[in-house]
């Protein structure tokens, strides 16, 4: 049994998965990882299950140092500067660390959220099947709270398997996809129009509980006291001073806020990755649409097995090349201008 | 014969969730259509639900849209909502012990001066009633009950605390309420209970369930002490009674 110890990890880093569901009705928030999809596929590079328990990063950096033995690793989600003991390490990757061996992760770049997985998961006592830390309710294993300097995660000794890289579509820029409801009847129509014309930008006081909205005030037809109800990841909340708080995973169950519209569970781990600060818009869609996408969003976490690649000639980009000479082009490794043909054919 | 029941409003929550919104109050007939449908679909479970979570007015049906698209499941459970609310059948009610005002209630005295009534007198009135969870939400185990008397009916503090102690015995607005973990309120602190609605390594973990009744019972501090430190140790402390 090897473990990882931590000798320096920014706030807001803890151990997640897929989440505690099935007690809301007693009050239990499930929890879970942030971004799903960066999860499995951080999972899916060290051959665990897609939802294992993994080390959720916050915006900061952390350092890990492997103990009683090598550990290896996958990380995904926000790109991040990364080495092991000076060797560079490519988010979207697996490495191994020697015992002794130190990976230094940097601040995030482009996102807020990375996974740590470490092959055979993280050892922990399951609490209603999940590792999860939900500090509030005292849940949450090896440590019920966010991670600290000091704190130890004992894992499985590395396999010694081969490094893996995985390839992901990248949709980081697009708007975030809205469904109306289920209080949209407590807003006039040009407030949902200012909602989805607006510029928003996520504020720094944001955390797990809730994203806080900075943009344009929306006005509530009446009040904005209603009896509570029913919350779920995304919804957006519209307290009385009019800047939206959108529920994240370690929401409240209930809320008494009227809530003008849900973000898109395909959309949901993109969202949580945007940076505070950074402005990003909102677009409305039909159910039928949102429901299609969280078909298609399925599909991609079951497809994630089938995107590994080994993790050689990373750099020179095979894929893109085979791509392109399956499709007919010929393409030239040492001829920049055939490259650009590349991209439009492969998929 | 019955007249028809009204059909509750079918409200999206996002892809994976449907309110079934019964009222837009907080309206006991509402609350027990709520918990009927909530009772009818744990008897009938539907394909596709993950998980059912009962408000005061709503029942917010989870799912998983790739088993079972919006309109096919709000078809089912329309149908579920419309079957006529049955006669209550078995009531677990529960007996919870509680050390009014001093340090452990430190709003009963100024809500007795609001309502122009002594101390006992609130207490009186409360230990009274004949509760039923509503809702449990928030954080886990809070405990909304209805049933509150009309005449303790308050409007919530105008400044919420950041922090109340665990096991808070409250009112606010038409409400009262059973509070487990220490966090933020806006409702005033009549008095607390070791008994924990929320434990971890106890069985059950929550000890009640949307529809149970409750009845309270007056305590000294010395009582609650000795209760609390049981509780903590694992006893239920809440006592059941006969249905």
Redesign the interface.
């Known amino acids: 049994m090897s473990k990882l110890v931590i000798s320096s990890i920014g706030p807001a880093s803890s151990v997640q998965d897929g989440g505690r ?8 928030v499930p929890s879970g990882a942030m971004d799903r999809l960066a999860l499995a596929a951080a999972n899916t590079l060290v051959g665990n299950q897609l939802f294992a328990a993994s080390v959720e990063i916050g915006p900061f950096g952390a350092v890990f140092t492997a103990r009683e033995g090598a550990v290896r690793v996958a990380l995904s989600g926000a790109p991040r500067n990364a080495d092991i003991s000076g060797r560079a390490v490519a988010s979207d990757a697996s490495a191994t660390l020697a015992e002794g061996e130190t990976l230094t992760l940097g601040f995030a770049r482009g996102g807020s959220f990375s996974y740590l997985a470490i092959e055979g998961g993280i050892e922990g006592e399951l ?1 209603f099947g999940s590792l999860a830390v939900n500090a ?4 949450g294993s090896p440590y019920p709270r966010p991670l600290q300097s000091g704190d130890e995660l004992r894992a499985a000794a590395a396999s010694g398997a081969a490094e893996r890289r995985i390839v992901i579509p990248d949709v980081a820029d697009a708007p975030i996809r809205i ?5 949209d009847d407590e807003f006039a129509d040009a407030t949902k129009k200012l909602l989805l014309d607006s510029a928003w930008k996520i504020s720094a006081t944001s955390d797990r509980m809730g994203y806080r909205l900075e943009g344009p005030a929306l006005k509530h037809l009446h009040g904005h006291n ?10 957006i909340q519209v307290p009385g001073n009019g800047q939206p708080i959108v529920l994240m995973p370690d929401r ?4 008494g806020y009227p ?1 003008i519209a ?5 959309d949901f781990g993109r969202f949580a990755q945007i940076q505070a600060g950074r402005a990003f818009r909102f677009k409305s869609v039909s ?1 039928a649409e ?2 299609a ?3 298609k969003f ?1 599909e991609l976490l079951r497809s994630l097995p089938d995107r590994l690649r080994g993790a050689e000639h990373f750099d020179l980009n095979i894929e893109a090349l085979s791509d392109a000479n399956v499709a007919g082009h010929a393409v030239s490794a040492v001829d920049a201008g055939t490259w650009q043909i590349a991209s439009p054919v492969t998929s | 014969m019955a007249a028809p029941l009204t059909p509750p409003r079918l409200l999206p929550s996002g892809d994976s969730a449907i309110t079934v919104e019964f009222s837009r109050n907080i309206d006991d007939a509402a609350n027990q259509r709520v918990l009927a449908l909530d009772r009818a679909h744990a008897a009938e479970p539907i394909a596709g639900v993950t998980e059912t979570v009962p408000t005061y007015r709503s029942l917010l049906v989870h799912y998983d849209s790739v088993q079972i698209g919006f309109e096919a499941l709000g078809e089912k459970l329309m149908a579920l909502a419309q079957r006529p609310v049955p006669t209550a059948t078995k009531t677990r009610r529960w007996r919870i012990p509680v050390a009014y005002g001093g340090e452990h209630g430190i709003d009963l005295e100024d809500v007795a001066k609001a309502l122009n009534t002594t101390p006992d007198d609130i207490v009186a009135r409360h230990v009274a009633g004949d509760y039923r969870v509503a809702m449990i939400g928030f954080t886990p185990g809070w405990s909304y009950l209805s049933g509150l008397e009309k005449s303790l009916h308050m409007p919530r503090q105008q400044n919420p605390r950041l922090l109340t102690p665990a096991g808070t015995i409250s009112i606010g607005g038409v409400q009262t309420g059973v509070q487990c973990l220490a966090g933020p309120s806006g409702w005033h602190l009549l008095g607390r209970t070791a008994v924990r609605t929320y434990q971890l390594h106890r069985d059950p973990i929550f000890l009640l369930e949307p529809g149970d009744a409750i009845s309270f019972a007056s305590v000294d501090a010395k009582i609650f002490a000795e209760q609390d430190r049981a509780a903590e140790a694992g006893e239920l402390i809440a006592e059941l009674m006969a249905s």
Request: no cysteine.
């Open positions: 569901p099935g007690a809301q009705r007693y009050g239990l609490m509030r309710a005292g849940l469904l109306f409801g289920p209080q209603i009896v509570s109800d029913g919350t779920v990841n995304g919804s409240g169950t209930s809320g809530k849900t973000v898109i569970s395909a159910m949102a429901q996408e969280a078909n399925w």
